[in-house]
């Protein structure tokens, strides 16, 4: 089991930006794909953006443009910048990992986004 935990959500101006932040207890080498998805109240979860082990990405249509997933391999982290916000991209946003045909989930952190 991969232990996640993400930092960097906070309150922030439409039009803003966010660095998001999971930093894992494993090598990220050991990992085939993080994600980061987010929960706004009362809608599902979805998904923001991808990467896999060898870096290629995707993109929700919601994030493109505006959203990029990174990884850090010397750190351990998978790191999503998000700019151009608006009050739509208030939501939990949690870091997922697959590996070994298992997922495992962060606790979240809150993004909100103010008008």
């Known amino acids: 089991q991969v232990q996640l935990v993400e930092s960097g959500g906070g309150l922030v101006q439409a039009g803003g930006s966010l660095a998001l932040s999971c930093a894992t207890s494993?090598?990220?080498?050991?990992?085939?794909?993080m994600a980061w998805y987010r929960q706004a109240p009362g809608k599902q979860r979805e998904l923001v953006a991808r990467i896999t082990k060898g870096g290629s990405t995707n993109y929700a249509d919601s994030a493109k443009g505006r959203s990029t997933i990174s990884r850090d391999n010397a750190k351990n982290t998978v790191d999503l910048q998000m700019n151009s916000l608006n009050p739509e991209d208030t939501a939990v946003y949690y870091c997922n990992a697959y590996r070994y045909y298992l997922y495992d989930w962060g606790l979240g952190t809150q993004v909100t986004v103010s008008s």
């Open positions: 494993t090598s990220i080498f050991s990992i085939d794909s």
